[in-house]
């Protein structure tokens, strides 16, 4: 079963713009994390917050966690036709030894150039 | 090349038959982790190995198996394949049994069309 959301489910910008997909989750969390996948190809990841943490950068990217609605934020700013691929959140549970993550079923981007 | 090797890329076969995914973790990764990915299921958590030890499982068919060798590559053995077996099969490899900052590194998949 999917613990996380996106939203939304695809998204279609012009290169140069900026690109925001959401991530809502059910269960407490460990950190939250955020993959890109070119299509058909492995998951790449590119972020992590920690549960404690309420905002993240790296890059063109910045990740907002707010624990008390349960939802992630990932921006990626002045996107490029490379930035086309699907992103995906996934949740490290918190509690018990059961680390694994569980993956939302991802928002597809498309930059156009 | 994220350092995780999965073999073979590319698997079609028979429905009733089995058949054996391989993957070598990253160099140094005690954690292996299976994935089935499909356009209407998403991705799956099928099964976690730490160390040679299974550690978590999720959504694992009966029909599907794996293991940890002691050299820390891993095996998903699927029978008695199904057409809604095909899929998109990952495996991804952490350093330890919980995400740290890097968070997993995956392979890049093995694609099996069951016919």
């Known amino acids: 079963s999917q613990q996380g959301e996106e939203d939304p489910q695809a998204l279609s910008i012009q290169e140069g713009e900026n690109a925001t997909m959401n991530c809502s989750y059910k269960?407490?969390?460990?950190?939250l994390q955020w993959y890109r996948q070119n299509s058909g190809r492995g998951l790449v990841h590119l972020i992590l917050?920690?549960?404690?943490?309420r905002e993240k950068h790296s890059g063109r990217l910045r990740v907002t966690l707010d624990t008390s609605k349960k939802s992630s934020s990932l921006l990626i700013t002045a996107s490029r036709a490379a930035d086309t691929a699907s992103y995906f959140c996934a949740t490290d549970g918190s509690g018990g030894s059961n680390y694994k993550l569980t993956f939302g079923k991802g928002t597809l981007l498309t930059v156009n150039p | 090349d994220s350092g995780v090797t999965q073999t073979p890329k590319h698997l079609i076969t028979a429905t009733g038959q089995r058949v054996t995914l391989r993957c070598s973790p990253r160099s140094g990764d005690l954690s292996v982790y299976w994935y089935q990915q499909s356009l209407d299921q998403g991705l799956q958590f099928l099964i976690q190995y730490y160390n040679g030890e299974e550690r978590a499982k999720g959504n694992i068919l009966e029909r599907f198996s794996a293991q940890q060798f002691p050299d820390l590559h891993s095996e998903l053995n699927l029978s008695s394949l199904e057409l809604g077996d095909s899929a998109l099969y990952f495996c991804a490899s952490s350093e330890t049994d919980r995400t740290t900052n890097y968070g997993y590194t995956f392979g890049s998949g093995t694609r099996l069309t069951v016919v």
């Open positions: 269960t407490s969390i460990n950190n």
């Open positions: 917050i920690r549960s404690n943490e």
